[in-house]
């Protein structure tokens, strides 16, 4: 079969679900020889995935605002004149709302813009309140990453639930590891300054990821004398004017470090050196970090919300995130027990190894398969 993969998340730099399509198709063609495979996205980069797979570019239409049904016509168009027996559209896009001339299938990771539209813009709400339904209607076979959306695509799309497959993602289990803890702070400290315990959270910056709870919540922490600072790693993303308003009021710009982006080989860095990860987001489509975190031997406190407690199992701490006086207690309870930390780092690893980017492209194929004429 002849197989167009949208790998348009991988254009800029890869956050989650750039890193989910270039997993899966790393692990696409290690396990199937038999199938050909083109890469679909919008401009020329270095990415390493493209000079190894076939690729076809099709650039941005020439008018104001990519998020336009224009964007998702163009698409349609170019891709209605070649002959595929299968696209797979590997994030969330509305062109299949058109009629086309092969099978389709579409990865959901979340329903953030439908649940949380005060915290897109208009066009990103519209697309996926309005266009996206039509356009799941007209596909073959909808992947979701969990139980969770599986279920908010029903609710809220009034989708057949025999349509959905829920896959899983995955951890990249030769990156993500246990490391000598000693090492990864002398290279901390070379590159970052940080010679410190730390409190680690991973996520773009904005109102979905409850930072301004987290901050609430690390200075309940140091009113009980606790030294270390919190250090977050991510993009300034949208609607993020209480983050840095909530740091300002209480008097913490010292002890919270904001990175920015940081460099995928680094990030195991930080989850061996924290002493403690959390993850305060109010809705996950997956959750990567926590899983990434887990998968180094690093505590996990998370939402008890969305899809968090189906990834992160019993081998994390699950809390309330609109309660950051509970958020507080709960790293407050890891950070002054090293029986607790010892026990934490033990179950995350076991519930860890369950995930594996090679068993997420297994199943993706088996739809794939499901779907020859």
């Keep these: 079969m002849k197989i167009g993969l949208i790998t348009t998340a991988m254009d800029e730099k890869k956050a989650g679900i750039g890193w989910y399509c270039y997993n899966l198709i790393k692990n696409l ?16 980069n270095d990415d390493p995935i493209y000079k190894e797979n076939k690729e076809l570019i099709i650039p941005y239409p020439k008018i104001p605002m990519k998020k336009t049904i224009g964007d ?67 596909v073959n076979r909808i992947i ?48 970052y300054g940080i010679d410190f315990k730390f409190i680690l959270s991973v996520g773009t910056i904005e109102p979905r990821k409850n930072y301004t709870n987290l901050v609430k919540a690390f200075y309940e922490l140091k009113k009980r004398k606790i030294y270390h600072k919190l250090v977050i790693i991510g993009k300034t993303g949208w609607k993020y004017e209480s983050f840095y308003d909530a740091i300002e009021k209480l008097r913490l710009k010292k002890d919270v470090l904001l990175l920015g982006y940081v460099p995928y080989e680094d990030l195991p860095l930080f989850y061996n050196c924290a002493e403690v990860f959390v993850y305060p987001s109010l809705y996950e489509g997956f959750g990567l970090p926590p899983l990434e975190a887990m998968a180094c031997g690093c505590p996990v406190v998370v939402s008890n919300c969305s899809s968090l407690p189906e990834v992160v199992g019993d ?25 607790l930390r ?19 492209a297994k199943k993706t194929l088996k739809v794939y398969e499901g779907l020859k004429s």
């Design 144 to 191: 979701t990453v969990s139980e969770n959306t599986k279920a908010d695509i029903v609710k809220y799309f009034g989708i057949s639930e025999e349509k959905i497959e829920v896959i899983h993602n995955g951890v990249d289990h030769e990156h993500f590891k246990k490391l000598d803890r000693g090492g990864c702070y002398r290279k901390l400290k070379i590159k």
């Design 29 to 44: 063609r290690e396990i199937d020889k038999g199938n050909e495979y083109i890469l679909i996205h919008r401009y020329k």
């Design 315 to 339: 081998a994390g701490i699950l809390v309330d995130p609109y309660d950051h006086k509970k958020l507080a207690e709960s790293l407050y309870e890891v950070l002054s027990d090293e029986g």
């Design 342 to 360: 010892k026990h934490l780092t033990l179950k995350g690893l076991r519930r860890a190894k369950k995930f594996s980017w090679k068993e997420t």
């Design 72 to 138: 998702n016509v163009q698409i349609a168009f170019k891709l209605r004149k070649l002959k595929f027996d299968i696209v797979h559209e590997l994030a969330h896009s509305a062109f299949f709302m058109f009629d086309l001339p092969f099978k389709k299938v579409i990865t959901i990771h979340d329903l953030t813009p439908v649940l949380f539209p005060q915290t897109f813009d208009r066009f990103t709400v519209f697309i996926h309140k309005y266009l996206l339904p039509r356009a799941l209607e007209k």
